[in-house]
């Protein structure tokens, strides 16, 4: 089974702290994904990646950046967090090939700015 | 530009009935992917099965299916027999990019999702 796993299922920082949400899969897939999940707004992408070093900005991406060193480990990072960044993050990755290959999740963050 | 639409915000279904989740797309793209995901409160995302554009039948996987009509761009899931385990929220997805782009984005675009609760 896949397996996608982020570093913390509860966080809560401080405003204006620099935050790391960590993400790591194990099926080595080519493309990983960050979202973060409001409620009635349903899921929207912050940034992605198709292969190491490489990204590209979703439909969200002001106040967040994102790194990916290895191919199994893509980081988002909050560069000063605000209380409007208050939310659900999920982690997801996919192969690069095939329509039909679905994203799998990672369990979620639910990030508190205090 | 892509969109789904989830028009049901929540609803109710009485256990071991049959229940339609609604799902309207638009995209101008030929080739295109529609996926559906269930989400318990516990907060992960589970695949719950998928359609491609081209396909001829409708996706069926145990007791969730999809009622794909093509020409009015819906894609709504059916899901059989209800068990109290069903309760959760349930996303619809479609995947953006067309395969010739040599499916090196696949993202997805997702709905708003549909709060189901299932009664005993």
């Known amino acids: 089974d896949v397996k996608v796993t982020q570093s913390s299922r509860y966080l809560v920082k401080r405003t204006g702290e620099k935050v790391f949400l960590e993400c790591v899969q194990d099926?080595?897939?080519?493309?990983m994904f960050w979202y973060r999940q409001d409620p009635g707004l349903g899921l929207r992408l912050i940034y992605f990646?198709?292969?190491?070093?490489?990204?590209e900005k979703g439909d969200i991406p002001e106040g967040y950046s994102v790194s990916r060193e290895k191919k199994e480990r893509f980081s988002l990072i909050l560069e000063s967090a605000s209380t409007n960044q208050t939310s659900m993050y999920l982690c997801a990755s996919s192969y690069r090939q095939g329509g039909n290959q679905p994203q799998h999740f990672g369990d979620g963050t639910r990030l508190s700015i205090l | 530009a892509q969109k789904i639409t989830q028009t049901q915000p929540g609803m109710f279904v009485q256990e071991k009935e049959a229940v339609t989740l609604d799902c309207t797309y638009d995209?101008?793209?030929?080739?295109?992917?529609l996926f559906w995901y269930k989400q318990p409160s516990s907060g992960e995302m589970i695949f719950l099965i998928y359609?491609?554009?081209?396909?001829?039948q409708n996706a069926t996987e145990g007791r969730y299916s999809l009622n794909f009509q093509k020409a009015r761009k819906s894609a709504n899931l059916v899901i059989s027999a209800s068990q109290l385990g069903d309760s959760a929220m349930y996303f619809c997805?479609?995947?953006?990019?067309?395969?010739?782009?040599?499916?090196?984005?696949?993202?997805?675009?997702f709905g708003t999702g549909t709060l189901l609760a299932v009664q005993p």
């Open positions: 359609q491609g554009s081209y396909d001829q």
């Open positions: 997805a479609m995947r953006e990019a067309p395969l010739n782009y040599g499916g090196a984005t696949n993202k997805l675009i």
């Open positions: 990646s198709y292969d190491v070093k490489m990204k």
């Open positions: 995209t101008s793209d030929p080739s295109y992917g």
């Open positions: 099926m080595d897939h080519e493309n």
